[in-house]
């Protein structure tokens, strides 16, 4: 199983570690891909003044963000730390990568892509430093994120998906950097989280985005822990029944719903 994850705003930063080293780095396809975002995002925020400049506002940073800038710029010579203890937002909390038993944090590490605006998708042991830069960024030379990802990922990621379930959790603006071919299209899943609330006798369903991110990571933990590989987005929504929750999969498509009530 291949599971697709966005990262998070909230990352953590190290105090100390080795620098950047992008030929360490898993997917080394992508490596000539992202050196060169790598370098148009530490000259963009190297040059920036004391109210962000350009920087800002390519990133869309408010005034109490403009750390990050300053974070940015030190790319290349800053700790690095592993993509596993790197990204600390409500998804990824609920998913607790450091408290998964072994058997199921090799599986984590072995299934898990994590994508990224600057990296374009990193495994949970390759070591990066702490950054600033979504995949909705549009940077002056290189352009939306989004789309300068997409050719290098489809070249490398058919390869990396192999033959079982790709499991998609990523949100929209990281699901438009790499949509899985026609090829893969029986064996992928999407998963959308609803809540579900009952007013004045009538059933009422919405995505909440807290409930979401919370969700997925809930579930993903439940697969890595159990060991589930099913192979269908049918077989999947067998698996996170059998785990206890919810599940809607209308007809054979891609998408699975999760209730929550």
């Given at each position: 199983?291949?599971?697709?994850?966005?990262?998070?705003?909230?990352?953590?930063?190290?105090?100390?570690?080795?620098?950047?080293?992008?030929?360490?780095?898993?997917?080394?396809?992508?490596?000539?891909?992202?050196?060169?975002?790598?370098?148009?995002?530490?000259?963009?925020?190297?040059?920036?003044?004391e109210d962000g400049g350009k920087?800002?506002?390519?990133?869309?940073?408010?005034?109490?963000?403009?750390?990050?800038?300053?974070?940015?710029?030190?790319?290349?010579?800053?700790?690095?730390?592993?993509?596993?203890?790197?990204?600390?937002?409500?998804?990824?909390?609920?998913?607790?990568?450091?408290?998964?038993?072994?058997?199921?944090?090799?599986?984590?590490?072995?299934?898990?892509?994590?994508?990224?605006?600057?990296?374009?998708?990193?495994?949970?042991?390759?070591?990066?430093?702490?950054?600033?830069?979504?995949?909705?960024?549009?940077?002056?030379?290189?352009?939306?994120?989004?789309?300068?990802?997409?050719?290098?990922?489809?070249?490398?990621?058919?390869?990396?998906?192999?033959?079982?379930?790709?499991?998609?959790?990523?949100?929209?603006?990281?699901?438009?950097?790499?949509?899985?071919?026609?090829?893969?299209?029986?064996?992928?899943?999407?998963v959308r989280v609803l809540q579900?609330?009952?007013?004045?006798?009538?059933?009422?369903?919405?995505?909440?985005?807290?409930?979401?991110?919370?969700?997925?990571?809930?579930?993903?933990?439940?697969?890595?822990?159990?060991?589930?590989?099913?192979?269908?987005?049918?077989?999947?929504?067998?698996?996170?029944?059998?785990?206890?929750?919810?599940?809607?999969?209308?007809?054979?498509?891609?998408?699975?719903?999760?209730?929550?009530?």
């Open positions: 199983m291949l599971v697709l994850l966005p990262p998070s705003e909230g990352k953590a930063t190290a105090v100390r570690g080795r620098p950047l080293a992008l030929d360490r780095l898993s997917l080394p396809a992508l490596t000539d891909a992202r050196a060169a975002v790598l370098d148009e995002l530490v000259r963009l925020c190297e040059g920036a003044g920087a800002a506002e390519v990133l869309g940073l408010t005034p109490g963000l403009h750390g990050e800038i300053a974070k940015n710029a030190r790319l290349r010579t800053a700790p690095t730390l592993p993509a596993a203890d790197l990204y600390t937002g409500v998804l990824y909390d609920a998913l607790g990568l450091a408290t998964l038993d072994p058997a199921a944090l090799r599986r984590a590490r072995r299934s898990v892509l994590v994508f990224s605006g600057l990296w374009g998708a990193l495994r949970l042991t390759d070591r990066v430093p702490s950054y600033r830069c979504s995949m909705g960024v549009r940077l002056p030379g290189t352009g939306g994120l989004a789309g300068y990802w997409r050719p290098h990922l489809d070249d490398v990621l058919p390869e990396v998906a192999g033959r079982g379930l790709v499991l998609d959790l990523r949100s929209s603006a990281y699901a438009a950097a790499w949509k899985p071919p026609a090829a893969l299209a029986s064996r992928t899943a999407t579900v609330t009952v007013v004045a006798g009538v059933e009422k369903r919405s995505v909440v985005s807290h409930f979401n991110k919370a969700t997925k990571g809930t579930l993903l933990r439940a697969l890595l822990t159990e060991g589930a590989d099913p192979k269908t987005p049918s077989a999947l929504a067998a698996a996170l029944r059998d785990l206890g929750f919810e599940v809607e999969h209308p007809g054979n498509g891609s998408q699975l719903d999760v209730l929550l009530r």
